[in-house]
């Protein structure tokens, strides 16, 4: 398999514009999490899926920011309007049967905002 | 909400060198998870924890498990720069999501 995939892989942008990521979980995981990762406040769940169902969003920083799973292969994760303080690296994962299994981790997207 | 713990932040180790780093969460968890990060990569399983008592090893990284005291361990035998990276702990109760720890950022010098 190969393994969780995003994209793009890095993202540069200026502030304002609409920013979507891209996150095809491993076949027959049930389970699709998006993490932030930063310096400041470490890895934060911003979200997970299950099913394509969202779960649990508590950790969405803002109304600017939403995820979507149309179906068992495909996620994105949008930020809209963007923001410098939204720089971070941005990661997707995905569980097999429960949200507590192991999660595989994709290889991020690093996202600037300028 | 489950509070993960790590300690030492930040931890400098000569090659040869034993050390351990140490995963304290605050509430009832059912399993702890390590994973290892590199620079610039993301995030590798490295070991789960399933049970109190519970003891994984792979290569100079042991894991151990202690749920009564709610403490994980990673121990680091005879360091070489390989290790270098962060380590991250995630504590998680059944049915619910990941907690992680802050990360330990380990380097090892020659």
């Known amino acids: 398999d190969a393994g969780v995939i995003q994209s793009p892989r890095h993202e540069v942008t200026e502030m304002g514009q609409e920013v979507t990521l891209r996150c095809k979980p491993i076949s027959g995981h049930d389970y699709l999490f998006w993490y932030r990762q930063t310096m400041m406040r470490g890895l934060e769940l911003l979200i997970y899926f299950n099913n394509n169902v969202p779960i649990d969003d508590s950790g969405m920083p803002e109304d600017r920011f939403s995820a979507k799973m149309p179906n068992a292969s495909f996620s994105t994760l949008k930020i809209q309007p963007s923001e410098p303080r939204d720089s971070a690296v941005y990661f997707c994962a995905s569980s097999m049967d429960r949200p507590t299994d192991t999660q595989y981790f994709g290889p991020g997207t690093r996202l600037t905002v300028l | ?110």
């Open chain 2, 1 to 110: 909400e489950l509070k993960v713990e790590q300690n030492p932040l930040f931890l400098s180790m000569q090659e040869g060198k034993n050390y351990t780093i140490y995963c304290n969460y605050s509430t009832t968890s059912d399993r702890l998870y390590w994973y290892r990060q590199d620079p610039g990569k993301s995030l590798e399983s490295l070991f789960v924890l399933l049970s109190n008592g519970a003891v994984k090893q792979e290569g100079r990284l042991m894991a151990s498990l202690d749920t009564k005291a709610r403490l994980s361990t990673l121990h680091i035998t005879a360091a070489v720069h390989d290790l270098s990276a962060t380590y991250f702990c995630a504590a998680a109760h059944l049915y619910n999501q990941f907690y992680f720890g802050t990360g330990t950022s380990l380097t090892v010098i020659p």
